[in-house]
């Protein structure tokens, strides 16, 4: 008996996921549990496995198309089996729209039916903005209409209200496709921009102290757990131990609603060349360095090599972004939503510090922690930057 493949959902937020790879062609033999396609969604690349054995008779979507969860992408069968009608298979996010059309020879204004490929959010956005469909092209995979063409319509509109007459800005001397997680990305930052109200505070940290602890413990860490301790491994620890003791920074907005969460789960900013991934140190609090050092470069390994799940990356309620590595003083990260805040680290420079009066020289670094405001105000958001510092300039406290 054909099997409908349709599109999986990953994730209780999931609507939508994009078709990024066929791992097999039309044709092609492929037995339950093999690796079908690679599937991205607003988080990570996930391998779909075959849910039955048979031969991949019909591929319903092409690499780049996005696809509503649980609309059919594919028919496996035995050969000589008959396949079901593919127009009972549309996918809910296909709509029809009659729209007129210049035909070869056809009465004035005759109209014919097309196909229009819409997501859900942007068909929405598009009824309760009053925006035609039909008058829009889609950016998407395959001329998808998307959440952002019905706003760039919108502000096409707003601005054709107010702004004067412009010169052509100049051609572009190549143009680079939007699409993957690069395209995850952009959405997800334009989201967090646009709706949380972020505001930031900023303080110099000493690092002599976690520095001397590091050195102290990476022999006897590299023996148990085979890997190098690192200084992200510490900042996670001394993050994770202060947010303990302030709830509201490990907290999110759910409707009119502030949720305390019980656990904390730091997620690290890894930058791969496609973009950048955010996987999660579960109940980081409970974990000791070792234990962090040692997840974090699982999960390092397994970003670059393309095999995290979702639930690597899900379940976050603090980020951690260190670019000290790579030269940065200073930065103000974009949060990462639903959560509250993340922080940034800059690199360790030695600098003269005035300390009992004297001039010493000490390695200094800058961190940045970027807040909602709609969650807390800065006096709260301070008390915690300053007792992620008190930590890291006195690790002890880490034993208490």
């Given at each position: ?22 791992l097999k ?35 319903l ?11 059919p ?24 729209m ?10 004035k ?19 309760e ?6 008058s ?7 001329g ?20 004067p ?58 023996k148990?757990s ?8 510490l ?12 709830p509201l ?35 980081a609090?409970?974990k ?11 999960l ?24 000290g590595?790579?030269?940065i ?48 105000d ?23």
């Amino acid at each position: 008996m054909a099997t409908t493949v349709i599109m999986p959902k990953l994730g209780l937020t999931m609507t939508e996921g994009t078709i990024e790879r066929w791992l097999k062609e039309e044709g092609d033999r492929v037995e339950k549990g093999e690796p079908l396609l690679e599937i991205l969604t607003e988080k990570i690349n996930f391998q779909y496995e075959s849910p039955a054995s048979g031969i991949l008779r019909k591929i319903l979507h092409r690499e780049g198309e996005v696809v509503p969860v649980a609309a059919p992408i594919a028919i496996i069968a035995e050969e000589g089996e008959i396949l079901p009608e593919i127009e009972t298979l549309k996918p809910e996010g296909v709509v029809e729209m009659k729209t007129p059309v210049p035909p070869a020879t056809p009465a004035k204004g005759e109209e014919i039916p097309r196909r229009i490929f819409v997501s859900p959010i942007a068909r929405k956005m598009a009824r309760e903005k009053g925006i035609d469909l039909g008058s829009l092209h889609g950016s998407g995979p395959g001329g998808r209409i998307i959440k952002a063409d019905v706003l760039a319509a919108l502000e096409r509109a707003a601005l054709e209200e107010r702004k004067p007459t412009v010169a052509a800005p100049t051609a572009p001397s190549k143009r680079i496709p939007l699409k993957g997680i690069r395209k995850v990305i952009a959405a997800r930052m334009t989201e967090s921009f646009r709706d949380i109200p972020h505001f930031y505070l900023s303080r110099e940290v000493r690092m002599s102290a976690l520095q001397a602890v590091r050195e102290k413990l990476r022999e006897e860490a590299e023996k148990r757990s085979k890997v190098r301790l690192t200084m992200t491994d510490l900042l996670v620890k001394a993050v994770a131990s202060v947010l303990r003791q302030h709830p509201l920074m490990n907290s999110r907005i759910e409707g009119a609603e502030i949720c305390l969460l019980e656990e904390i789960n730091v997620g690290v900013a890894i930058a791969l060349e496609e973009g950048l991934i955010v996987p999660v140190i579960r109940h980081a609090d409970r974990k000791s360095v070792v234990e962090i050092a040692s997840s974090l470069r699982d999960l390092t390994e397994r970003a670059r090599e393309g095999k995290l799940s979702l639930d690597d990356v899900g379940g976050g309620t603090f980020t951690l972004s260190n670019m000290g590595m790579l030269g940065i003083d200073k930065f103000s990260a974009i949060i990462n939503p639903p959560e509250c805040s993340i922080l940034g680290v800059g690199r360790t420079v030695e600098k003269p510090v005035v300390e009992a009066g004297e001039i010493q020289i000490r390695p200094m670094a800058w961190f940045t922690l970027s807040a909602d405001h709609r969650i807390v105000d800065g006096a709260g958001a301070a008390l915690f930057l300053n007792d992620v510092v008190r930590t890291i300039e006195n690790p002890e406290f880490l034993l208490l």
